[in-house]
């Protein structure tokens, strides 16, 4: 999804609702894993572990997205202009014509004459992480699934 209108209504809306889902699910998800991983004294089995460890890679998830989220939550419009300044060269700036922002991945971008786009505000560590979480809970969520789940969703 890009937009290229970095003012208008959808984006504030859509920033102040992730960025506040992030801050109540991250330790929602996290103190769900670690009771999943710590509760019932010592008895464990691997499926329980395994969801414990599921909810704590979706914590992380939606934790680095969040982060990423709060980049573009403390982004006003005069914020905007310094934020490209800061990445591109002195010649560059004088030739920023506007700005393009994505939720997936999570980006916000100085548009210069010419089209050309330049990274600016998410640290670029953002979305790789989110990423290899992402695969990585996807997978232990699946792992994580009761075995004879097939036949249950067939009835």
């Known amino acids: 999804m890009l937009v290229t209108?970095?003012?208008d209504d959808l984006y504030i809306g859509l920033v102040l609702i992730l960025s506040a889902a992030g801050v109540v699910v991250t330790p929602w998800l996290a103190v769900r894993g670690a009771l999943l991983l710590f509760r019932n004294g010592g008895k464990r089995d691997a499926q329980r572990v395994v969801k414990g460890a599921a909810a704590l890679a979706w914590a992380c998830?939606?934790?680095?997205?969040?982060?990423?989220?709060?980049h573009l939550l403390m982004l006003d419009e005069s914020n905007q202009a310094l934020e490209c300044a800061e990445r591109l060269k002195s010649e560059q700036v004088k030739s920023v014509v506007g700005y393009e922002y994505s939720f997936l991945p999570l980006q916000f971008r100085c548009r210069v004459t010419g089209g050309q786009t330049y990274n600016a505000v998410v640290p670029g560590y953002v979305n790789p992480v989110a990423g290899v979480l992402g695969v990585t809970a996807a997978v232990l969520t699946y792992v994580a699934r009761p075995k004879n789940w097939y036949e249950e969703t067939k009835k």
């Open 5 to 7: 209108d970095a003012s």
């Open 61 to 70: 998830v939606v934790g680095m997205y969040g982060w990423g989220m709060l």
